[in-house]
């Protein structure tokens, strides 16, 4: 079976995630832009971590047979310091939504629920708006659903269309407004907060698979790379149907994030379409490109 | 460089693959550029490039690869694709009265380059105005580490050959080999030998084999045209592993070299098909690294 996680924070991941992920059937990966455990102070920064996304870290992935896909955004918890935070959105934003491989606006939205943040989510809508992109919305962790019905609101108050618009970190108490009022509804399954994949189950048979998907969000906190195949594992365990499985860790997402035709299965499906492989007239492997360490006996380590 | 030509023979090989839409859209934002320089809609063009002409492999025609190097010396198409073409055209269009200016430029647009726009800007390199001017951003595209980005520098590009310094120069073949890419799209290799890159290399064959590593027969066609003394050891080591493709491929290299008759003594069949021509390089570079 094959899995998309279309929220993982890779940069804070060691390659035998993306080797587990591999072996495990995940194809695709969607890296928000985010924090990175601490406040930014400077504008460098936030450019060095954006050049990352689409430039070294789209490359490990592909080592390991992982498409890396990414969007750009101002997070809302650094939208909080005012100055720099117009510096990414008048600035820097405007030159990263169309590098190669953005798929949507993201993460944004609310966090302890500010001016400031408000602020810099509704210009972001804009931006998505103009630029016709998918947008992915971070519900606060606290007062999550006030949060997550004030995003919603804001975002339909600004003409964007809730069918391009994901709502992340959804649980029981805000997943039946998102789902009524036209929102993809993703959730995290991310272990001691957010969702737990046993209640996933529940979801996913209390509100079948229609505009639903899961995610890791895994970061450098205790999470899971690999959250989404074993959700899909248990989700097959306790009796919910193949397609089901199917919409929720794979088709969903990638309708929502395909749209603007930055990401395509024929990337994964057809290899011929991965571009470094015109360098080398045809030649199947790229040597160099495989980093990968062959499983070997015991402790040895060749 | 003169641009102009350069820019005609681009246009053409965009336009015969692009749809018009696309075409006029590059040749309106081409225009742009030339007038406002670098800045805004510089990058969002540069940026747009391959959602507008795809990013299909060029895949040149003959007539095409020959247009290339009536062109310009050593200018090869067959590794391009065709947004590479169209970015090329863009960085073409840039003012270019001032070489610093130039090169200042394409420094800022490469602080926020994804992927695809570093390799073609390395790309671009050989067909630059000012092309002393290009030498610090050439050496920093041999040092990335994304195969891609390298391999746009290395491979079927005049620039690195021609101006870099022997320093930077060795650093392209020694990163090429490290990251498994093929030394024979290296263009003016054999000219460029030296004794300090055949030593690195000599010193690398030589920790691989302790670590019970192989190393690319390849490598040693930057080693035999210099060795002597504990070189020449280190090439007999090689044929003593594998009298294949290393026993070829350090014939090949010694093939001029005198103070190699040693070696050649070792396989004088060997060595008799390789000094008639009846072997040449390619018959080293089948296998896993054609």
């Known amino acids: ?302 | 460089m003169q641009t102009a030509p350069t820019s005609a023979f681009l246009e053409r090989l965009v336009s015969a693959r692009a749809t018009p839409e696309a075409s006029q859209w590059l040749h309106e934002r081409c225009e742009e550029v030339a007038t406002a320089g670098v800045g805004a809609r510089l990058f969002m063009a540069f940026g747009m490039v391959p959602r507008r002409l795809g990013k299909a492999a060029l895949s040149p025609t003959e007539a095409e690869c020959e247009a290339a190097s009536a062109l310009r010396v050593g200018l090869d198409p067959r590794l391009w694709t065709v947004d590479q073409v169209g970015r090329m055209m863009l960085l073409l269009s840039l003012p270019s009265d001032e070489p610093q200016a130039l090169s200042g430029a394409i420094d800022r647009l490469c602080q926020d380059a994804d992927l695809g726009e570093l390799a073609a800007v390395y790309r671009t390199l050989p067909l630059l105005p000012h092309q002393q001017a290009h030498r610090a951003r050439a050496a920093e595209g041999v040092r990335s580490n994304m195969t891609g980005v390298l391999a746009a520098i290395a491979l079927r590009n005049p620039y690195p050959a021609e101006q870099l310094d022997e320093g930077a120069f060795n650093q392209v073949v020694l990163k090429s080999l490290f990251v498994g890419l093929p030394l024979r799209h290296i263009v003016g290799l054999d000219g460029r030998v030296n004794t300090a890159l055949a030593q690195a290399l000599c010193n690398s064959a030589s920790e691989r084999w302790a670590a019970g590593r192989e190393v690319d027969p390849m490598m040693w066609r930057c080693v035999g045209p210099v060795a002597d003394g504990a070189m020449l050891e280190v090439l007999d080591r090689a044929i003593e592993r594998d009298a294949g493709r290393h026993g070829l491929s350090v014939l090949l290299s010694v093939r001029d070299n005198p103070a190699a008759d040693a070696i050649r003594e070792r396989d004088p069949g060997l060595a008799a098909r390789v000094r008639t021509g009846e072997l040449g390089w390619e018959d080293v570079a089948t296998g896993d690294d054609a």
């Open chain 1, 1 to 302: 079976m094959k899995f998309i996680d279309p929220h993982i924070h890779m940069v804070s991941r060691v390659t035998a995630d993306y080797e587990a992920m591999a072996a495990e059937g995940v194809v695709a990966v969607i890296e928000p832009a985010f924090w990175m455990g601490q406040p930014r102070t400077d504008i460098g920064a936030f450019q060095h971590y954006f050049a990352t996304l689409v430039g070294w870290e789209r490359f490990r992935a592909s080592q390991f047979g992982i498409q890396h896909y990414c969007m750009m955004g101002l997070n809302s918890k650094e939208a909080n310091d005012e100055g720099l935070a117009a510096e990414v959105l008048d600035d820097l934003l405007p030159r990263y939504l169309f590098k190669e491989g953005v798929v949507a606006v993201g993460e944004i939205g609310f966090d302890d629920i500010t001016a400031a943040e408000e602020k810099a989510y509704r210009c972001q809508l804009d931006m998505a708006k103009e630029a016709g992109m998918t947008v992915c919305v971070h519900t606060p962790h606290r007062d999550k659903t006030r949060g997550t019905l004030l995003s919603m609101d804001i975002a339909e108050e600004h003409g964007v269309d809730p069918a391009t618009v994901v709502i992340d970190h959804n649980n029981e108490e805000t997943v039946e407004q998102v789902l009524d009022r036209g929102f993809y509804a993703a959730f995290t399954i991310y272990p001691g907060t957010k969702m737990g994949n046993e209640r996933m189950v529940e979801i996913v048979k209390k509100y079948g698979s229609e505009r639903i998907f899961i995610d890791s969000s895994a970061d450098w906190g205790v999470s899971d790379a690999l959250s989404v195949p074993k959700t899909a594992r248990l989700m097959a365990e306790r009796g919910i149907a193949q397609g089901d499985i199917d919409n929720v860790c794979y088709h969903n997402a990638l309708a929502v994030y395909g749209r603007g035709g930055q990401m395509r299965e024929a990337d994964w499906n057809t290899p011929e379409s991965i571009d470094q492989r015109a360098l080398f007239e045809g030649n199947s492997v790229l040597r160099g490109q495989r980093p990968r360490v062959d499983a070997a006996e015991g402790d040895v380590i060749e």
